[in-house]
C-alpha cells in the first residue's frame, strides 16, 4: 500500500481483555517496528521485525504483550488481561531494510483505551 | 544508553515568529539525527534528517544542522504558520548494524495568527 496501515484507529476495552493490533507495513519493506506513544512517557520502543524474526524484543513491558509477523508482511501486537497503564497509541513503522540509511515510516496509529 | 532531550512545551508563538526547539543527544559513536512531526490526528512524518557531523537539513524551510561538538540537533524556522501548528520530535539512530529510532519526549508549538 502508500504507507503503513493500522487497525483499529481506536480500541475501547474492558479491563482483563485481551486485545489484538493490526499493522500493514509498507509493500516490499522487510523492517517493522512498533512503538507506544503515551502521555508522559513519549515515544517508547516494544518490537523489531526483520522479516518474521524478532531480533529485539528489549522494548515489550511485561510478558502480557507479544507480537508476531507473518509472511514478511502483516504484524499482529497482542495485549493480554489489558490494564489501565495500557492505555496508549500504539504506532506502526516499516523501513525497506533495516540500516541506518533507510528510513522510517509511520502509520497513524492504534488508539487504546482501557476502562 | 542513548538518549534524546529537547525543550519541553508548549512553545506558543504568533505568526511570522521565529521557531527554535533545542533537541540534545546523548550516543555512542556518530549516530543519524531526525526530526518529526506529528500534525493534530495525524500519524508521525519524517521533517528533516542529518547523517553525519555539520550536515544541514532541511525541509519546508525549517532547517536543523549536526553538531557533533555540543551534540545538538537544534530546530530552526525563520518564519512560522498557523499550519506549522504540531507536536515535533527529535530522534537518533544508531549509524552501525542494526538500530531503532529513540526519541525525544516531544515540543507542542502553537502558532497564533
Known amino acids: 500500500g502508500a504507507g503503513v496501515s493500522q487497525s483499529p484507529s481506536n480500541k475501547v476495552t474492558e479491563k482483563g481483555k485481551d486485545v489484538e493490533l493490526r499493522c500493514d507495513p509498507i509493500s516490499g519493506h522487510t523492517a517493522l517496528y512498533w512503538y507506544r506513544q503515551s502521555l508522559g512517557q513519549g515515544l517508547e520502543f516494544l518490537i523489531y521485525f526483520q522479516g518474521n524474526s524478532a531480533p529485539d524484543k528489549s522494548g515489550l513491558p511485561s510478558d502480557r504483550f507479544s507480537a508476531e509477523r507473518t509472511g514478511g508482511s502483516v504484524s499482529t501486537l497482542t495485549i493480554q488481561r489489558t490494564q489501565q497503564e495500557d492505555s496508549a497509541v500504539y504506532l506502526c513503522?516499516?523501513?525497506?531494510?533495516?540500516?541506518?540509511?533507510?528510513?522510517?515510516?509511520f502509520g497513524e496509529g492504534s488508539w487504546l483505551t482501557v476502562v | 544508553g542513548d538518549s534524546v532531550t529537547q525543550m519541553e512545551g508548549p512553545v506558543t508563538l504568533s505568526e511570522e515568529a521565529f521557531l527554535t526547539i533545542n533537541c540534545t543527544y546523548t550516543a555512542t559513536g556518530y549516530p543519524s539525527l531526525f526530526w518529526y512531526v506529528q500534525y493534530p490526528g495525524e500519524g508521525l512524518q519524517l521533517l528533516l534528517k542529518?547523517?553525519?557531523?555539520?550536515d544541514k537539513g532541511s525541509n519546508k524551510g525549517f532547517e536543523a544542522t549536526y553538531r557533533k561538538e555540543t551534540t545538538s540537533f537544534h530546530l530552526e524556522k525563520g518564519s512560522v504558520q498557523v499550519s506549522d501548528s504540531a507536536v515535533y520530535f527529535c530522534?537518533?539512530?544508531?549509524?552501525?548494524?542494526?538500530?531503532?529510532?529513540?526519541f525525544g519526549k516531544g515540543t507542542m508549538l502553537l502558532v497564533s495568527p
Open positions: 513503522a516499516s523501513s525497506l531494510g533495516q540500516g541506518p540509511g533507510n528510513t522510517i515510516y
Open positions: 542529518a547523517t553525519k557531523a555539520d
Open positions: 530522534a537518533l539512530r544508531g549509524n552501525s548494524g542494526y538500530s531503532t529510532l529513540t
